[in-house]
């Protein structure tokens, strides 16, 4: 299994351009979510997912949409980047079996916005 | 990447002797907790996780406490190795709620 794979790993967008960043998970995991992470901060949550087509808005949405057309892809929009979203980005999911609810996380995609 | 932790509180420790990692959290109503390890360009990395159920839990060369009483949660790790040197952080999640609240983190250092 790959886990939780993300992709690009870098990149930098100048303001008001557009990218998705790309999430999969090979592990049939139902929940899905997108975290950001500023220096010096704990994980903001910006989007999450509970399965296909279903998805919910997390503490810190603005500026961002998802879809989950499918189990494994839960892909992240930016449509007009501003430097506020320079971050690094988290893909993470988790089956929430009993017991456990533990997050899986994808390596991160480091954005800058200039 | 390297901007992740910039301005983190920094825990040294010599190899060898073991470390402790303190971790407040806030929502009493929170029922489960994971720590997490985060080495410079990698994602977080599960470590161990405790139900509020247990005031104890143990893995290999781990070991998390929980003090509901005080909100405190803390990570034990025994002989520190220098591949532990990373940002280790703890999440909260009340198991009725998809939202899990992270603390910040603390680096650690293993000095040779």
């Given at each position: 299994n790959a886990g939780v794979t993300q992709t690009p790993k870098f990149r930098i967008l100048k303001i008001g351009q557009s990218m998705t960043l790309q999430c999969a998970q090979?592990?049939?995991?139902?929940y899905m979510y997108w975290y950001r992470q500023d220096p010096g901060m704990g994980l903001k949550l910006i989007y999450y997912s509970v399965g296909a087509g279903i998805t919910d808005k997390g503490e810190v949405p603005n500026g961002y949409n998802v879809s989950r057309s499918t189990t494994e892809d839960f892909p992240l929009r930016l449509e007009l980047a501003a430097p506020s979203q320079t971050s690094v980005y988290f893909c993470a999911s988790s089956h929430r079996d009993r017991g456990s609810e533990k997050l899986f996380f994808g390596s991160g995609t480091q954005l800058s916005v200039l | 990447g390297e901007s992740v932790g910039l301005h983190l509180p920094t825990l040294s420790v010599q190899e060898g002797d073991n470390s402790i990692i303190n971790c407040a959290y806030s929502?009493?109503?929170?029922?489960y907790f994971i720590w997490y390890k985060q080495e410079s360009g990698k994602g977080p990395q599960f470590i161990i996780d405790i139900r509020s159920n247990m005031d104890k839990r143990q893995g290999q060369r781990v070991t998390v406490l929980l003090n509901k009483t005080v909100k405190h949660l803390s990570l034990q790790i025994a002989a520190?190795?220098?591949?532990?040197?990373a940002v280790y952080f703890c999440a909260e999640n009340n198991?009725?709620?998809?939202k899990y609240i992270f603390g910040t983190g603390t680096r650690l250092k293993v000095l040779a």
């Open positions: 090979d592990m049939n995991h139902n | 929502n009493s109503a929170s029922d520190t190795q220098p591949g532990d040197s198991s009725g709620t998809y």
